[in-house]
């Protein structure tokens, strides 16, 4: 792999996204995308382009989401069971407040309109777990199923900074489902009645002083794991799963996920000590990053995907992925002689490398999550505004202007699907722009006008930080001043990033008051918020005072 960046350029898929946090595919050969919004709404793609009018899932009554910037609860996963095509069953990850107004996040099962495969029902929600979460931010949020056909669940430590909780924290605590990597089978149940059963080889389904669901533990706050679908023809690689942990105010991690493993947290942070004494017990026996990188580089790892399709052969084997707070987007090659992980940064090229028509080289900074589509083809979600209120989120593909499969040996023949729903014709809001072969972190959008979604009015924080709770939520468009996040993954308060986007901050909670977050270390400053078009006319809202918000980075320095 080469010492240079590796350029690459971007086809703009979908826009006026709120806080699109995650994308995913039924592997149902209808080659749908599914694109879910922070608030609690997923959206159906289809693979001419378009959107349904009406979303697969509305449960924005049910979800916890606020307004402001770095608050990382609302909706956070998603997964369609192995054989949705026969079942019909999918599954979500939500935070939500229960009748007495204690802050968990539910684990369901649902399963889809039998009238209309772009629906879901919604009244079939059948609860499978509920974990209790002591702070609003480190809510982990991914959902995924392996190739052995269990349920993987990502669990965060349990927010503040540096994993107060008990003797040793969370993630080393292996009776708490928090700060864990978790393994169930949604296939039946177990004898104690609960909706899911334990796999027999969990590792730790026989100690009486774990908690059976626990398959690898010692995590901090996981955003964004994946499986890797193996090499297309050897196969190599084939059902390892890897993860991005946001780390506290040092350093950020990519893990790929072992049975029975500890990931070092709070012992260790990266490659290095986070808690001395627990350092140094020889007991730790952690399994270390594949790579890490200090906060020089980025300050909130969003992991990513190996690439494995058809369109780009050169970046085969590549394991994509980025940085939320500064917009770094990075690849990391395997050295099989060393067997080490190699990173190359990748670069949106040039107007002049990106000069085929539909392609674009630049992105909205704040990246929350990255995607796969049903061939294996690469995307990531940006947003210029991270409020889960802010329609401001785009979807981005990857494409290699320098090797392109020859033609029609990547060409797709999706199943058709009915839609019932009027069908909104995609309309770009990118453009082309001379720029360096840098990162390109500037924001390509302007503020969508017709991307078809409804607007919605953003609710009243119902648990944020102590000082948010005083102020009253603006609109979306609005400037607002968020001086605290609530995620904080890194020791002296990482401050967290939006909700997605601080998945990594140490929000330092106080516990009288969950859910503050306060930034102690590190603030990282956010765009204002989006004028409204009405804004120039009469009443200035903001006083053109250019007030900077300023959030906590999600990874909380």
Sequence with gaps: MDKGCLQLCLREVANGLRNPVLMVHAN????????????????????????????????????????????????????????????????????????????????????VSASDLNRADASSERNLLEIEEPAANHNGGQILFGLDGYMYLFTGDGGKAGDPFGKFGNAQNKSSLLGKVLRIDVDGQSSDRKPY???PDNPFSSDPKARPEVYAYGVRNMWRCSVDRGDPLTHKGRGRIFCGDVGQNKFEEVDIIVKGGNY?????????????????????????????????????VTGGYVYRGCESPNLNGLYIFGDFMNGRLMALHEDERSNKWKKQDICIGSTKACAFPGLISTYNKYIISFAEDEAGELYFMATSYPSAYAPHGALYKFVDPARRAPPGKCKQKPVPVKAKSKRIPFTPLATVTAQSPQRATNSTERPPTSSGHKS?????????SAKHKSQKPTRPGKKQQVTQSPQARRSKTKSDRPAHTQRASNTASSPAKRKSSQVTRVEKKLPSAPKPRSATKGKSQTKNKKRRQRVSVRSAI
Excluded at 265 to 278: M, N, P, Q, S
């Design 28 to 111: 149902d050969n209808t080659h749908r995308m599914f694109v879910a919004e922070q608030v609690g709404i997923i959206w159906v793609y289809l693979p001419d382009g378009s959107r349904l009018e009406e979303p697969f899932l509305d449960i924005k009554n049910l979800v916890l989401a606020t307004p402001w910037v770095g608050d990382e609860r609302g909706f956070l996963g998603m997964a369609f069971h192995p054989k949705f095509k026969d079942n019909g069953k999918f599954y979500i990850y939500y935070s939500f407040q229960d009748k007495k107004k204690v802050e968990k996040i539910r684990i369901s099962e649902l399963t």
């Design 197 to 199: 059963r334990i796999p």
């Design 264 to 300: 070092g947290w709070r012992a260790k942070e990266g490659f290095e000590c986070y808690d001395i004494k627990l350092c140094q017990n020889s007991s730790l026996d952690d399994i270390l990053p594949i790579f890490a990188y200090g906060h020089s580089v980025g300050k909130s």
């Design 456 to 464: 919605t009015k953003p609710v009243t924080s119902r648990k944020g």
